[in-house]
C-alpha cells in the first residue's frame, strides 16, 4: 500500500489533516484487513512530522565505515521503542566481540548506502 499513495505525500510544509486521504485511501485497507474497524469512526486527527531514513524507510546499526569507535544506532522512526532493546544489544556486540552475534542486523549496516542495497520492509500497510 506504501508505495501506491507515494506520489500522494502532502507537502511537508502543510500540516493540515488530509481527512479525504484517509477515508478514501487509507480506511478502505484497514477494513479490509481487521472487518471490526467498518463500525469505528474516526474522532480526532493530528499532522506532524516523522523523521526517517529517506533512503530506504529503516534503521542504521553498526560501525560507520570511515570514523573508528563511532556506532549507528538510529533511523527508526516510530520504531524505535520497540526495536530498542535487540539493537541496544546488537550495537554491545558489535562493540565488544567485533560482529553481531545473537541478531544478525548486517542488513542495516551504513554500508548498504554507499552500495545501493535498499531494506524492504514487507509489513506496511
Same mark, same amino acid.
Given at each position: 500500500?506504501?508505495?501506491?499513495? %507515494?506520489?500522494? @505525500?502532502?507537502?511537508?510544509?502543510?500540516?493540515?489533516?488530509?481527512?479525504?486521504?484517509? %477515508?478514501? /485511501?487509507?480506511?478502505?485497507?484497514?477494513?479490509? $484487513?481487521?472487518?471490526?474497524?467498518?463500525? #469505528?469512526? =474516526?474522532?480526532?486527527?493530528?499532522?506532524?512530522?516523522?523523521?526517517?531514513?529517506?533512503?530506504?524507510?529503516?534503521?542504521?546499526?553498526?560501525?560507520?565505515?570511515?570514523?573508528?569507535?563511532?556506532?549507528?544506532?538510529?533511523?527508526?522512526?516510530?520504531?524505535?521503542?520497540? %526495536?530498542?532493546?535487540?539493537?541496544? $544489544?546488537?550495537?554491545?556486540?558489535? =562493540?565488544?566481540?567485533?560482529?553481531?552475534?545473537?541478531?544478525?542486523?548486517?542488513?542495516?549496516?551504513?554500508? $548498504?548506502?554507499? #552500495?545501493? @542495497? /535498499?531494506? @524492504?520492509?514487507?509489513?506496511?500497510?
Amino acid at each position: 500500500m506504501w508505495q501506491h499513495f %507515494q506520489e500522494e @505525500e502532502p507537502d511537508p510544509g502543510n500540516l493540515e489533516v488530509d481527512h479525504d486521504f484517509f %477515508q478514501d /485511501k487509507v480506511w478502505p485497507h484497514l477494513a479490509h $484487513r481487521v472487518p471490526a474497524f467498518q463500525s #469505528l469512526k =474516526v474522532r480526532s486527527a493530528w499532522a506532524g512530522y516523522y523523521d526517517y531514513n529517506t533512503f530506504d524507510q529503516n534503521g542504521v546499526v553498526g560501525p560507520h565505515p570511515l570514523v573508528v569507535n563511532m556506532y549507528f544506532a538510529t533511523g527508526f522512526s516510530g520504531h524505535g521503542l520497540q %526495536q530498542a532493546p535487540a539493537v541496544g $544489544r546488537a550495537v554491545a556486540e558489535m =562493540v565488544l566481540e567485533g560482529q553481531f552475534q545473537t541478531i544478525n542486523l548486517s542488513s542495516l549496516l551504513f554500508s $548498504r548506502f554507499y #552500495l545501493g @542495497e /535498499k531494506v @524492504e520492509e514487507r509489513n506496511i500497510i
